[in-house]
């Protein structure tokens, strides 16, 4: 029986801070916790103690290797196993950890994407140790987060540019609170708590469906007679199977001090969610990536299958992963929380109109931080929001921005005139809004939630727009207010002016309603980047290449290679869907419609011999029907496979991706209509593949 409570093996195969005080000496110490917080250079010599007291613990712990643990362009994590091993002159072994192979390492660039930034005979590439981010054991391997670049020094991954625009945002929110009277604060974080939704299916049931073992999503399928409908599945009582995954799922992540907090089932059947407490954006984007991996692990101990795509299921809900996102100090003040005086809210108001400012000005670039072909399914569907970006507010707080827009009382707490920086500004309450789940970009209080993320996207892409576009907006208020004469009044003016010039962003209404659409693109102007070929050039656009290389998040280079490489990764996964389709239908789908009819056709001979008159009209009504739809599932199949061919002839990726949206996909849709009614009418013993009831109501 387990006797260890949580607190006991909390971290324990992390090398947190407790193990850096407790195993280094207390200069030591210090030094790294300059490096970690403040960001100051690494003395090499500190790493070599570092590296020392690393290796001993892991040794303790078990591990025989250690990895630079990165995240390549390919979405999810990478690492090379190196042992701890080096010979000794009596032929023995002697174990060795250097802080230059801490610091530094060198794994082979030439097969990771690179969107043309290196050749493919220009093999190396570089890894470079992540302070801030805690090293942690993983099957007895040593894990260093890393982040990863070329030989000539451009990033390779997702690591690099996220801790580029925080470092930005950073930059630009101490000299607002520098304004403010706040020179005590060192440094600006902001913080993410990424909510996970996922499906468990059997793995038994998965083994025998091609479509979710070779795209994570079912390509063929009827609709179940049950689905979501009776809503009884959202916060339900959890099956004991799925009870002892999220247990054992618990403990693996609570070991890596990974502070998962909230489980529950979701809306669709066979449907979860896990919500972990904040933490500093590039640590929660490091666990984030360790969750998703813990998961299918551990499913697979449990004889299930995580799926993680965002639309592994057609008619029921999809999985998302609500990027809650907030700004606070070293010493503890959420820069997007109320505070108990007029100059504590002035700053609030500040960086509020600050986010508003920066998601209208740049609602192309966190479209596309979400872009992916499995997100193209989810969004817009009645369970994600539009791909329209908008802001939700709040009656409340909607109604003191337009209160101070127009220099008219605000009738909630106050009836006087709102003017910033004097007393009759009012207090605001701390969670002053409702939750609008058909949202978007929703203020919850002290933070705001970006709802658009795919469940197997990585936080890392939204999170570097949305520190970046924030990090301008508070770059142009801060060169205004830096020069202004008159505080007060200035900073009353840039917010009234904000609010009046950034409204259009603001929509606390039902995003579902297509009356929305119309009016957001129609009357407001607003973007509607419906699919990833839409929106993902946009990168490229002279405003958002500015942007991202005057904060030094990107160099054009790296712009130029994320566009290519993201548009290549959608094309690869729609042209692999595309072909996966093409051989389920000929090989499997096909074959069990003639198969089906021929039994029919021989229960008809059967019972006409047995007793003549019998008319058999369903025997000849389904084989009719059957006939036609095989006919045309055949007819299509070679239509899709021919759209496929001709995307070699496409000049660039561009122009392949918007082949695949325009004639690709619509191909696969008309396919998939004509097999998917064939099942409703093939017996469930000719029928090889496990139906949607199956899959969805087969944990139990």
Known sequence: METHSVPDYFGELVFDDRQMRARLSSKIYASLRKTIDEGKKLDPKVAEYVAEAMKEWALEKGATHYTHWFQPLTGVTAEKHDSFISPSPDGSVIMEFSGKELIQGEPDASSFPTGGI??????????????????????????????????????????????????????????????????????????????????????????????????????????????????????????????????????????????????HNEVAPAQHELAPIYSTTNIATDQNQLTMEIMQKVASKHGLVCLLHEKPFAGVNGSGKHNNWSMATDTGINLLSPGDTPYENAQFLLFLCAV????????????????????????????????????????????????????????????????????????????????????????????????????????????????????????????????????????????????????????????????WVKEATEVRGLCNYRTTPDCMPHILDEKNVKLLTSHGVFTEKEIESRCDIMLDNYCKQVHIEANTMIDMALKQILPAITCYADKLSSGVIAKKSACEGIACEYEKSVISRLSVLADQIYARTGELESAVLKLADAKDVIEESAQIRDTVLPKMGELRARADEAETLVSKECWPLPSYGDLLFGVR
């Open 356 to 515: 508003i400012k920066a998601v209208d000005d740049y609602q192309d670039l966190l479209r596309l931080s979400v872009a992916t072909a499995g997100n193209d399914h989810r969004l817009g569907a009645n369970e994600a929001p539009p791909a329209i970006i908008s802001v939700f507010l709040g009656d409340e707080l909607s109604a003191i921005l337009d209160a101070i827009e127009e220099d008219k009382p605000y009738k909630g707490t106050e009836q006087k005139i709102m003017k910033l920086g004097v007393d009759v500004l009012p207090a605001f309450p701390r969670d002053n809004t409702d939750r609008n789940r058909t949202s978007p970009f929703a203020f919850t209080g002290n933070k705001f939630e970006f709802r658009s993320l795919g469940s197997s996207n990585s936080i890392a892409c939204a999170n570097i727009m949305l520190n970046t576009v924030v990090a301008e907006s508070l770059k142009i208020y801060a060169d205004r207010l830096e020069g202004a004469e008159d505080f007060e009044k200035t900073l009353h003016e840039m917010i009234q002016g904000t609010i009046k010039d950034h409204k259009r962003i603001l929509f606390n209404g039902n995003g579902y309603d297509d009356a």
């Open 118 to 263: 290196r050749a493919t005979f220009e093999a190396r590439g570089y890894t470079a140790w992540d302070p801030t981010s805690y090293a942690f054991i993983k099957d007895k391997t040593l894990c260093i987060p890393t982040a990863f670049c070329s030989y000539s020094g451009e990033a390779l991954d997702k690591k690099t540019p996220l801790l580029r625009s925080m470092e930005a945002l950073n930059k630009q929110a101490l000299r607002i609170l520098a304004l403010f009277g706040n020179i005590t604060a060192k440094y600006v974080r902001t913080s993410v708590g990424p909510e996970q939704e996922y499906f468990l299916i059997t793995k038994e049931m998965y083994e025998k469906r091609p479509d979710l073992k070779f795209t994570g999503r079912t390509l063929f399928g009827a609709k179940s007679p049950k689905g979501q409908e009776m809503d009884d599945h959202y916060f339900g009582v959890i099956k004991p199977r799925v009870q002892a995954f999220m247990n054992d799922l618990n403990k693996e992540l609570w070991k890596l001090g990974i502070l998962a907090k909230t489980e």
